[in-house]
């Protein structure tokens, strides 16, 4: 009997629909060739559902999608619906609530895709950010006192403890040794001024890395200076890891780098548990229902995904069909702009594999 996976589909608000429409198209060409199965359980958890009903997410919800393999979603994000209720609601409710603690984003420029990088290709930028995706002034931690008042004070806590840090480092070093590409991880942070926070994560960094992983080599990196050597020297790097805050500013860079929000991928890890891949761009509201977005980076979600279930020969060929398009049909990445239509990419990828 073929294995099988069970695969929860939250393709939520704008053109979120339509590029997961897509992914599931060239998942399933690569389910067929490589002899494995998917199931689709679509969830309406999003914008809509939220204005019809007030709830963001219903009771049972966290507990059903933990029975599934893996999590596919499209976007969150709704103009009818005020900043942070969703997000906050769904996105980060669903990473605290199935533990994804990892944030994994690789920095890939496909060929025949532009990047505002000089004299920059390919063989210069193909690097991975690995983000802490539970810890820091993510939590919540803090308040507001006197607020509306001259004297109105905030406070947003950076909270990590050891636990949190040395699971991070293990599956960045982990992820390291396994790439082996250049066998280097990089710490970002910034332990000039932040001293507290940046003292455990360079200890443990440190420590973990000499007592059980003597074969990587490990460097540090303030995080401004990464910013600038993210766009003068991307192949300098090969893992970088790092806090939530300071990833989630890091892996916009980078996606610009590797050609846009169309193009860029990323997942949100529970190694032991449900993990959940994305397109990093949002539901881009004013293109929805006009089939002109790009869907390669939700094709190139699904493909982190099935690596991430073991099937990594049907990610490869995944990968390998998205460059075959951005090589030889697609010159522009933006929406409109592809010269063919979202159907049309989601089928040139799925013939490929």
């Known amino acids: 009997m073929k294995k099988s996976y069970n695969i929860a589909v939250i393709p939520g608000d704008g053109t979120g629909p339509e590029v997961v429409r897509e992914s599931i198209k060239v998942l399933d060409a690569a389910s067929a060739k490589y002899d494995f199965g998917l199931q689709y359980l679509n969830y309406d958890f999003g914008g809509d ?7 963001v997410l219903p009771e049972t919800a966290v507990d059903d ?10 976007a969150i994000g709704h103009p009818d619906v005020k900043p942070g209720i969703l997000e906050k609601g769904i996105l980060l409710k669903l990473r605290f609530e199935l533990d994804q603690y990892i944030n994994l984003r690789p920095v890939k420029l496909y060929p025949g895709v532009t990047t505002p990088l000089k004299d920059k290709g390919p063989e210069h930028i193909d690097y991975v950010v690995i983000r ?11 308040g507001v006192t006197m607020k509306g008042t001259p004297q109105e004070i905030a406070v947003q806590n950076m909270i990590y403890n050891r636990h949190l840090v040395d699971r991070c480092l293990k599956y960045a070093f982990d992820y390291t040794r396994k790439r082996a590409k250049k066998k280097t991880l990089a710490l970002c942070g910034k332990t000039n001024v932040l001293t507290y926070v940046f003292d455990l994560w360079e200890r443990a960094f440190h420590e973990m890395g000499e007592s059980l992983y003597p074969d990587i080599k490990r460097e540090y990196y303030h995080v401004d200076a990464t910013c600038m050597w993210m766009v003068k020297n ?13 990833g989630d500013i890091i892996t916009d860079l980078g996606a610009i780098t ?3 929000m169309g193009i860029a991928a990323g997942g949100n890890i529970n190694p032991g548990g449900v993990s959940m891949f994305e397109p990093i761009g949002g539901s881009a509201p004013k293109y929805t229902g006009k089939n002109v977005i790009n869907p390669l980076a939700a094709i190139a979600a699904g493909a982190m995904m099935l690596e991430h279930l073991g099937e990594e020969k049907a990610a490869r060929a995944v990968e390998n069909a998205i460059m075959d398009v951005t090589a030889n049909k697609i010159k522009d990445l933006g929406a409109g702009k592809m010269g063919f239509s979202t159907t049309e990419v989601g089928d040139m990828v799925a013939e490929r594999v």
């Open 49 to 55: 559902r939220y204005l019809k009903t007030g709830e």
């Open 65 to 74: 999608l933990r029975k599934s393999d893996a999590i596919l979603l499209g």
């Open 132 to 142: 802490e995706n539970t810890g820091d002034v993510y939590t919540g931690a803090g």
């Open 234 to 246: 991307p192949e300098w790097f090969d893992v970088i890891v790092t806090t939530n805050m300071f």
């Open 258 to 260: 590797q050609g846009g």
